[in-house]
């Protein structure tokens, strides 16, 4: 069945440059992480900021919603991870144990860990329920900076500009290392958990087998320019998605490796595509553009729903 991409919308953050955009948990609303040191919840299908969030004392990076998205943590150039009460709007938390600006961040399954990844190399495990400043675990085994973080239910995902990922299985309390060869800006599992989709800064994502480390697909076209650009599954795990250089936002399939799409707003743009959030529950995908956000649909051809 043939899938047809719609673009939906364009929204003006009036952030300044959105560094992050992210998807809630249940993809009702989305964040934006601005260079204005602020971070703004929005419905982006209504394009309604619902709350803006001030207290970063420089750029904001990243962000992530709560399981039950009464909260959220962000971080920033400012070196903090800051955990906020969503519907007061209000700081509950402020950890301060990175050396350097933190440039990535989640929670964990149940929203009781905050993980989060800098520039200093390090990844910190910060308990989110007790009043403990300290973190609860520090993983130094990086030898440059930490570019995404994404978590499972069991294991953390880590990508570093050292060309390594490295996944931490905290049940059975193991690491595993693998080398890519380029410095790697971003890191994530594919839906079903079996694979990983690798952003590396030589403009190719690779795909690789999680567990066996052997190399599925390799997807090119797109354009880095040593920018930071997130990469992601949509989600059927049929389609690997990117940002681009060139402000567009590129889609290949899993299984040719082709490219199907190179979607772009209406208006042509200077800026270059970064952050990508895909709904999780359906292909809607959200993407990044200088001061934008925009917002694409799927549609199927054959029925079209």
């Known amino acids: 069945m043939d899938i047809e991409y719609k673009f939906v919308k364009e929204i003006d953050c009036k952030q300044g440059a959105v560094r992050a955009v992210r998807f809630s948990v249940d993809g009702s609303y989305c964040i934006t992480c601005g260079s204005d040191r602020k971070l703004k919840l929005w419905n982006p299908y209504k394009s309604v900021t619902l709350k803006t969030y001030g207290g970063h004392g420089d750029e ?61 190399n390090s990844v910190m495990l910060w308990d989110a329920r007790s009043k403990a400043q300290e973190a609860v675990q520090i993983l130094s085994d990086a030898k440059d900076a930490i570019s995404s973080i994404k978590v499972s239910d069991h294991e953390i995902l880590s990508a570093s500009f050292d060309c390594h990922i490295r996944i931490y299985d905290i049940r059975a309390g193991q690491l595993w ?22 952003s590396c800064s030589s403009d190719v994502i690779r795909l690789i087998d999680k567990d066996s480390g052997e190399l599925l697909g390799e997807f090119v076209g797109h354009i880095g320019k040593d920018l930071c650009l997130e990469s992601s599954v949509d989600c059927q795990d049929t389609k690997i998605l990117s940002g681009s250089a060139d402000g567009k936002l590129w889609i290949w399939d899993l299984v040719s490796q082709k490219v199907v799409a190179k979607l772009s707003g209406f208006k042509p743009t200077k800026h270059a595509t970064v952050s990508i959030s895909v709904h999780p529950q359906k292909n809607f995908f959200l993407a990044s553009n200088g001061p934008d956000i925009l917002m694409w649909d799927t549609i199927s051809r054959a029925n079209n729903e």
């Open 177 to 198: 290392e693998d080398y890519m060869g380029d410095p790697i800006t971003c890191a994530s599992f594919t839906r079903d958990g079996q694979c990983i989709v690798i």
């Open 60 to 120: 904001v990076m990243d962000a992530c919603a709560s399981c039950d998205s009464s909260q959220i943590v962000s971080c920033g150039l400012d070196k903090s991870v800051i955990l906020w009460d969503v519907a007061t709007g209000t700081s509950v938390r402020r950890f301060r144990g990175h050396a350097g600006p933190v440039t990535t961040v989640r929670f964990n399954e149940e929203s009781s860990m905050i993980i989060s990844g800098s520039r200093d």
